[in-house]
């Protein structure tokens, strides 16, 4: 059974930090690109931050860079997301993807979604 478990989440101050956690479970993690999104209310969902199950290469929103970055942890099955310098603007919730274009099909699992407020 497929699971993807965030943690992390919480209110915090403008210019504050946050690290969002994410643990996975059933199903071959190093193959996976493994993605934050977020979505803000009345707001569409839209891609936070992604690391490459091929190459570990990390991705980044422009509304985000120099501000957040995203690792992961195959020995682990983690993937975090370290938020700093944090914006009321980036309240959201905050939602890890793991997502695997295969030959025939393509496999895209989401958590529950974690609630990041800033707020002053």
């Known amino acids: 059974q497929v699971q993807l478990v965030e943690s992390g989440g919480g209110s915090v101050q403008p210019g504050g930090s946050l690290r969002l956690s994410c643990a996975a479970s059933?199903?071959?993690?190093?193959?996976?690109?493994m993605s934050w999104y977020r979505q803000a209310p009345g707001k569409e969902r839209e891609l936070v931050a992604r690391?490459?199950?091929?190459?570990?290469?990390?991705k980044l929103a422009d509304s985000v860079k120099g501000r957040f970055s995203i690792s992961r942890d195959n020995a682990k099955d983690m993937v975090y997301l370290q938020m700093n310098s944090l914006k009321p603007e980036d309240t959201a919730v905050y939602y890890c993807?793991?997502?695997?274009?295969?030959?025939?099909?393509?496999?895209?699992?989401w958590g529950q979604g974690t609630q990041v407020t800033v707020t002053s």
């Open positions: 993807n793991a997502h695997l274009a295969a030959l025939v099909r393509e496999y895209d699992y």
């Open positions: 059933g199903f071959i993690f190093e193959n996976y690109d």
């Open positions: 690391a490459s199950g091929f190459n570990g290469a990390t």
